[in-house]
Every structure is written in C-alpha cells, then in structure tokens.
C-alpha cells in the first residue's frame, strides 16, 4: 500500500485529484513545508471537526451529511514533525512536497481521528497473548482441554495461567477444581474470568499457595467451599486477589514484554493511544523504563489502582502528571467500588431478579477507601470509579458529590464512572449536573444481553446499557472494550453501538435499539470523546491543522456503512496506524 512517489506519478496525481468537501487548512509557512515528512493521498478522510449531533442524535447541518448518505470531507494529509499541518485535496497536499516527503497512496482506505480506547488492561492483554486463551470457550471440559494441552510442553511444577471464560455466561453452572485437578495434577493452574471478576484454580494451585478453608476472604469476595468443607477452587468478585496473591509475579522484564505485547497489537488494531485502568507498582515502574527508553509505541494515559495506596501516596506528593505531549502521562485514578454483574456482585437498590435477597456487594464491603479517594481528588487528580449496578452507580456519584461540595475545585478534573452500566432514572441527570463522564463498553451490552435482562428484570434492564439516554440527559460519553474482557475490534464496537446486534446479527431489530448511537457519536466516543476524558480533546480527536498527527487507516467506510449495511461494519480491517507522524502499523 506504501509507495514513495517520483516526480511524474505526483504531476499525474494533482492531474486526476478530484473535488472534495470542506475546505483545506494549513498553517504552514514555506519554510515548514519544505520540512514535510508524510503525506497521505487519495484517501477517504473524515475529519471531524463538524460539530457534534445534539443528544438526541441530529446530525449537524455542517457535517458532510446529506439526503445521499455521508461523503469525506478531505481526500489528503500532510504531516510534519508530528503533526499535522494540511488538510484538503491531493493537489494542494502534493504541491506540498519538496522532493524529501514520504508520500503514501491510501488507495480510496478511510481515514479517521486515531482511535482511543479510553479503559484497557493492556498489561492483561499481553499476557492473554502468552496463556492459555479461553475467550469463546462454551464449556468446563473445554477449558480443561485446553489447560491440559498446554501442560503437556510446560514443566511439570512450573504454573499454568490463562483467562477469558465467560463469569457471567457460566454464573448458573460455574465449574470448581475436580476436573482441573484430575487432568492437570502436577501444575499449578489459574484461569481468571474474562472480566476479571472470577478466578478458577486447581488443587495444586491451592497447595501452592496454601489456601484452605481457613483462610480470610477479602471484604466483597468469596471462596467457594466443597462438600468436604475445602475450598473447592472457585474464588468470586473481591476474592479474587486472593489467586493473585500466590501466583508468581512476572519479572520486570516479562512485565516490559507484556505492556509492549500489548500495545503493539492495539496499534495492529489501529488504535493510538490507550488509557489502563487500575496500574500498580510493579506495572508503572516497567511504564516508566519503557517511556525512558522511547519504547512506548503508543501514547498511554495511566489510571494508577486506588488499592495500591503506597503507589498513590507517592503520587499524592508528585502531582498529577499533566504534561500532554509525553507518551506516558499520570493524572487519573481508577477505584473499584462493586462488582461485576454477571457474578451478582454488582451493587442493586433492589434484589437481583434471579436471586432473591441479594442485592451485590459495594463500598466498604468491597475494599473501597473512600477516604484516600477523597485524597486523590483534592490532590487534583482524575477519579475513575468502576460502578456497575444502579446502586453502585448511585453510590458513586454520592461519593464524588460530597468531595466537590467541599472542594469546588475538584469539581474540574473530569471524573468518570468507569461502565455506568446500570443506571437508575433518578441518577441518570446527575452526570451532567456533576461533570461526570460515563465511560462505557458497547461490547459488554451484546455479550451480556443473554443473561443481563434475568439479573435485572424487565423494568431495570431500561436503565442498563444505556447510552442514548444518558446522551440526552446532557452527559458525556467515552466508549472502550475494557479488554481482554470484551473484544476490542473497533468494527465490533461501532456495530454494538449502531445497530445494538451481535457478531451473530442477533437479534434481527436490535437489543432495546432505542438506545443506539449513530456513526458520528459512535465514532467521537472513540476518539475526540475520549481524548476529552484524557484532556487532550485539543490535540487530537480531530484531523486538523496544528493537532497531533494520530491516524487511523481502514479498509472500509464505517460511515457509508452504518446507514447503508451496518453488517458490513464487521468485516472492517485496519490497514495502517499512525502515532506522532510515524507509520507503527502497516498491515501488508
């Protein structure tokens, strides 16, 4: 796809450019132009900079929006020193060029504002990318399989790690350690849930660790027991830790592997920069080596854990790091106040629908530190709160609430509710009315639709996943995958939020589609959305002249798509990924 162009293919080129809409801008002096360094032709760009539909969905009548569907308002790119200094039609971008430029045909490929996943666990990822992957796994006996195989090539002795069965699909029939134990005796295993919020090990995992029934649960968790009184392998929500606790940690260099195994392959998927929710220690140290190293190859906004208080005390007296043009910047916090719905610890104002007299777990019970998050936020840092039920949601908005009645001042640093995932009527206002910014995963709504409407109940199920009613309750949105939980293909998640199908195109009308977005907001949740969430809505999100030159290259047009074949949406690759006006991903 890459090609340098010589003289006369650039003359044929300014020859055939055809018309585009929207004006070309440039803040380009002759001297800066002589200095180009990419130039990207013949493209199908999408800018951006129309303003935004209105809440209910409208699109702007400057967006390059008609009767006939959406067009590109640009067609070329020039980009210097990392930015981006035109935009507009290939003759003026390749009048541009003094002979030193990289120019790249883009062949008709859309280009969109660089994607931004706005709550990764890249260091996860990473790791999924080494264990044994149990993503789409329908069954106990599966997994076991597949542990088993891998046992097979690894030291008797030496642990055996994987992750991605399904906590909220299995919650009805979850699996404990006989199995496991009988066909992989001889390794410690521990296999995490796909959203983190499960962990199944087997006995000699638990001899490893020496976990019996004696030992304590964490506030918020549980150990499952066996019939002989012993735990039976199953550790749920806050517990956890528990497993985390007693498998080796990763060296510091497996760590640096696992953050770089990470990154590049969100740059695989076209995305330029990434915020990881819940950073330790251990994972900001290698963080930090690696930016010192220039090896980061994607620009990465921390969320260091709340429960890593020695890390965030340190933090406390440094400061919010706000310096914007680093690769690795430090401002934000991310806090677990309740659980996960599908293993029924999310946090209810009325007992779950399938399990009467319970109603979750949140707060104090659930390991919270509400004192040393008040702290934080004073300290003038960005708080996540990872809520998922309409209590927890609640709650959570009460918590930042109170901190902002006593300190207007914090009131500023764009806090979020990490998932929003259900919200009650009443609350759904108060985003706005606080400055709170829902950070939600269209992914989560499709995968857990089989199951989330049983835990809830027909009426509560309205106020769940619901993006276009909290768009026209005035709140802002970032949309993310949280992966590894959730799939991070930006074609599954623009086709969750559009059209609120499957990658089984189920069901036929759409799940409750009346809170589907359309492709503008859909795609702003992904990228200029997300970069306000960061703080960095002035420097990227947007194609525009002075702004961070962070594209995304795909081989379709989720624009034409979503009003055309939304379906098509799901057959979309990324063919290139461009950080800081440097090509990091060129699929070939």
């Known amino acids: 796809m890459r090609s340098l162009f010589i003289a006369a293919l650039s003359i044929a080129l300014m020859a055939c450019a055809g018309e585009t809409s929207g004006e070309p801008t440039s803040d380009a002096t002759d001297s800066e132009i002589a200095a180009a360094d990419l130039i990207l032709v013949n493209g199908r760009v999408y800018t951006m900079r129309w303003p935004e539909p209105s809440p209910d969905g409208v699109i702007s009548e400057a967006a390059p929006h008609d009767d006939q569907g959406w067009r ?6 020039v980009i210097d020193n990392g930015k981006i200094m035109f935009v507009g039609d290939n003759h003026a971008a390749l009048a541009m060029n003094r002979g030193d430029a990289q120019v790249v045909d883009v062949k008709g490929a859309t280009i969109v504002p660089g994607l931004i996943d706005s709550h990764t666990h890249v260091v996860e990822l990473g790791a999924k990318l080494q264990n044994v992957d149990l993503t789409d796994i329908a069954t106990e006996e599966e997994a076991v399989a597949l542990v088993a195989e891998r046992a097979k090539t690894t030291p008797i002795g030496t642990w055996i790690l994987g992750s991605g069965w399904d906590e909220g699909a299995w919650a009805s029939r979850y699996p404990d350690k006989t199995l496991l134990s009988e066909a992989v005796p001889d390794h410690p295993v521990a296999l995490d849930g796909l959203h983190g919020f499960a962990a199944w090990v087997n006995q000699a995992a638990l001899g490893a660790g020496s976990i019996t029934a004696d030992a304590e ?29 007693i498998v080796p940690p990763p060296s510091a260099e497996q760590l640096a592997d696992r953050v770089l195994r990470g990154l590049n392959q969100m740059a695989k998927d076209g995305y330029v920069a990434v915020h990881e929710a819940g950073v330790d220690a251990a994972s900001m140290a290698a963080l930090e080596r690696l930016e010192a190293d220039g090896a980061l190859p994607l620009r ?9 208080e020695e890390l965030i005390r340190e933090w406390i007296e440094k400061g919010p790091d706000t310096d914007n043009d680093s690769m690795l910047v430090t401002r934000s916090v991310k806090a677990y106040y309740d659980g996960a719905l599908g293993s029924r610890g999310a946090r209810l104002l009325e007992d779950y629908a399938d399990k009467p007299g319970h109603r979750g777990v949140s707060g104090d019970d659930y390991g919270f530190n509400r004192e040393l998050n008040a702290e934080v936020m004073k300290a003038g840092f960005q708080i996540g709160i990872h809520a998922i039920g309409d209590a927890g949601n609640r709650e959570a908005l009460d918590i930042l609430e109170a901190v902002m009645v006593e300190n207007m001042g914090v009131k500023a640093n764009r806090h979020r509710v990490e ?23 269209p992914p989560h709504a499709m995968e857990d639709k089989t199951w989330a409407e049983d835990r809830l109940g027909a009426t509560r199920i309205r106020g769940a996943y619901a993006w276009r009613t909290l768009r026209r309750s005035g709140a802002r949105l970032t949309f993310n995958a949280d992966n590894p939980g959730s ?51 002035d420097e990227t999100g947007i194609i525009d002249a002075g702004r961070w ?40």
Do not use: C
Request: proline share 5%; charged share 25%; net charge negative.
């Open 300 to 308: 990465f906004y921390a969320m260091l854990s709340l429960r890593d």
């Open 217 to 245: 649960v964490p506030v918020g968790g549980e150990m499952r027991l066996g019939e002989d009184g012993e735990p039976n392998g199953l550790f749920l929500n806050n517990a956890t830790t528990m497993v985390d606790a």
């Open 419 to 441: 998932h929003a995932q259900v919200v009650h009527a009443d609350d759904m206002p108060r985003f706005a009315a606080l400055d709170v910014i829902a950070s939600m995963e």
């Open 72 to 77: 590109p308002d640009a067609e070329a790119i």
């Open 549 to 588: 030159a962070d594209l995304t290259v795909m081989d379709s047009d989720p624009f034409v798509l979503s009003e055309t074949d939304p379906a098509k949406l799901l057959d979309g690759k990324i063919l290139m990924t461009i950080v800081d006006g440097a090509i990091i991903y060129e699929r070939r």
């Open 487 to 537: 799939d991070h293909n930006i074609f599954y998640g623009l086709h969750s939020a559009i059209a609120r199908r499957d990658k089984n195109l189920e069901p036929a009308g759409g799940w409750y589609p009346e809170e589907r977005l359309n492709v503008d907001e859909a795609l702003r949740a992904y990228t200029h959305w997300s970069a306000f969430a960061s703080f960095r809505e």
